[in-house]
């Protein structure tokens, strides 16, 4: 079993930045892929990025290319998404993922283990 807990969220101007973290607890972190996905209000849960377990590949989805960033600290066991240029469409409850298998892929299905999520919340 792997617990998830994601902390960071909040309420941002347009424009502005934040920095998700997640961290991990009860397996050997650096055996499982990351990922963050989001969920709007009366929307499914989507891909924002992930990446493999050693943090050296990543793969994002269009809408956050070039404003968001991931990276993971396997000596603390935590996973980070920093975003910067966040767009009122950014707004969703955000949600880091483990995968068993090195790079889990864009799709929910794909992995094994979630956080509670963080609510980020962009004003116009």
């Known amino acids: 079993q792997v617990q998830l807990v994601e902390s960071g969220g909040g309420l941002v101007q347009a424009g502005g930045s934040l920095r998700l973290s997640c961290a991990a607890s009860?397996?050997?972190?650096?055996?499982?892929?990351m990922g963050w996905f989001r969920q709007a209000p009366g929307k499914e849960r989507e891909f924002v990025i992930v990446?493999?377990?050693?943090?050296?590949?990543?793969w994002y989805a269009d809408s956050v290319k070039g404003r968001f960033t991931i990276s993971r600290d396997n000596a603390k066991n935590t996973v980070y998404l920093q975003m910067n240029s966040l767009k009122p469409e950014d707004t969703a409850v955000y949600y880091c993922?483990?995968?068993?298998?090195?790079?889990?892929?864009?799709?929910?299905?794909?992995?094994?283990?979630w956080g509670q999520g963080t609510q980020v919340t962009v004003s116009s």
């Open positions: 009860g397996r050997t972190f650096s055996n499982y892929g």
């Open positions: 993922a483990a995968s068993r298998v090195s790079f889990g892929g864009p799709t929910p299905a794909g992995y094994d283990y």
């Open positions: 990446t493999n377990r050693s943090g050296s590949s990543t």
